[in-house]
């Protein structure tokens, strides 16, 4: 079985300062794990992805997550946080024939 | 870069009515899916669809919903008597391998169902 924990409904940050947004998930194997990010009114966007290769991942614009197996995490960062950021964040797990497996969701507020 | 098309980007229908939601997945993608988002709630997923057959569904996924490719470029989504608590928004999402293992998934813009 497979699990992923968000583990902040609401994230508020100011513009300019680094964003941390954080994901655990469980899963029996290897997962593949995803952010997508959620504008108002438009659909799922992919952020970035990790299927097993390198554990830090680049993403778009400026976003990037680091894959911790000790700690079974994927948390998300920015190190300088935009206006156009706000958005609603989902980390997503999947593994083999497991269908992809969606967190509650992270609302990111970002102050001028 | 390939998008997701779903169509119409709002419906509202009338309780008990039929409606079809419809995607038009990436071209060269194989692996097909229908999820749901509630407003205020997570993503839950509805149905996955490969080689013209459901692989996987939900609980969600009971008698009143269907799937469909009619015509081996669109992916319907069919509720046949809808209810108040249907009222969600719908995306679709393909992928080029199972599991999204190497460019992940492709969701669409979503359709937003208001059941009155």
């Known amino acids: 079985a497979q699990s992923v924990t968000q583990l902040d409904s609401h994230v508020s940050v100011s513009e300019g300062t680094p964003v941390l947004l954080r994901c655990n998930y469980s899963?029996?194997?290897?997962?593949?794990l995803f952010w997508y990010v959620q504008h108002p009114n438009k659909g799922l966007q992919l952020l970035l992805k990790?299927?097993?290769?390198?554990?830090l991942v680049k993403g778009i614009n400026g976003f990037e997550a680091e894959f911790k197996k000790s700690e079974t995490s994927f948390h998300l960062t920015k190190p300088s946080a935009h206006m156009s950021d706000a958005a609603e964040y989902f980390c997503v797990v999947s593994r083999g024939s497991y269908i992809p497996t969606f967190g509650r969701g992270t609302s990111l507020i970002v102050h001028p | 870069e390939p998008e997701v098309t779903q169509t119409p980007s709002h419906q509202v229908t009338q309780m008990g009515q039929e409606v079809i939601l419809r995607c038009v997945p990436i071209?060269?993608?194989?692996?097909f899916y229908w999820y749901r988002q509630i407003l205020g709630q997570k993503v839950e997923f509805l149905v996955s669809f490969y080689n013209n057959e459901i692989s996987e569904k939900s609980e969600i996924f009971d008698d009143q919903f269907s799937v469909e490719r009619p015509d081996g470029s669109n992916f319907t989504l069919k509720i046949r008597s809808t209810k108040l608590e249907d009222s969600a928004m719908y995306f679709c999402?393909?992928?080029?391998?199972?599991?999204?293992?190497?460019?992940?998934?492709?969701f669409g813009s979503g359709t937003r169902l208001t059941v009155v």
């Open positions: 899963s029996s194997y290897s997962p593949s």
């Open positions: 990790y299927t097993s290769a390198a554990t």
């Open positions: 071209s060269n993608h194989l692996y």
């Open positions: 999402a393909s992928s080029e391998s199972r599991a999204g293992a190497n460019y992940g998934y492709t």
